[in-house]
């Protein structure tokens, strides 16, 4: 293997460059992730979850951009791990020892901060995703709601208009009961003058008491149908 610089290999050399800025690219790249996952979304309360976060697609296409700049890092550090160990100058081999050890723990941290904003845009997904299932039932329960208040409102009405129903229902009975109890009257008046007729042209009793029978059959007619008129209100009442 050429090495150059008392030790120094050219092919180490360009390898620390090329990792170098490898490092620097993905450092921008990480920066610009942390700047899309903290960009506004169109709605905050959106019903569907965002996959990647904020920055959506562009978040998730920068961070696997990231995530192959640190690949290629870390197998040009494990290469380059290789190259310095066969340097035969101690004091080269322990310069590019730090310098690879040094790039490997930057490269480290940079994975880290990659993967804890990774975890972090999972959880704003299943957060999100949680919000959706909790608005869409939120508006199942709101319309069975309202549904039970639609029965509620329409079982009122029903009521009503039974109370209604009853109370014509006992006005006509109350109607008819005063008109039987006028035309009781009435008959009675014309009873007590028609005995007074008879009494005073001097009818035999056969024919009185005739009357009377007649009078009682009456009487009972109209019991029956004020009895019939009151089993129909009852009827009224109670089939409602």
Known sequence: MDFSGGGGGATLSEMYQSARRLLLSARDGVARVERLASAPTSSSYSSAPLVGGGGGAGDSAAAEEVRREVAQIQGLCAQMDRLWRSIPAKGQRDLWKRKVEQLSEEVDS????????????????LEAKERAELFERANGESSHVLRIFDDEAQAMQSARSSSRMLDEAY????????????????????????????NTVGLSNSVLKLIERRHRVDKWIAYAGMMITMVVIGTVLFGN
């Open 110 to 125: 940079l994975k880290e901060t990659l993967d804890r904003h990774s975890l972090r845009q999972k959880k704003r997904v």
């Open 171 to 198: 006005e006509t009975g109350v109607a008819i009961l005063h008109k039987y109890a006028d035309q009781r009257d009435r008959l009675k008046s014309a009873q007590r003058k028609a005995l007074d007729i008879l």
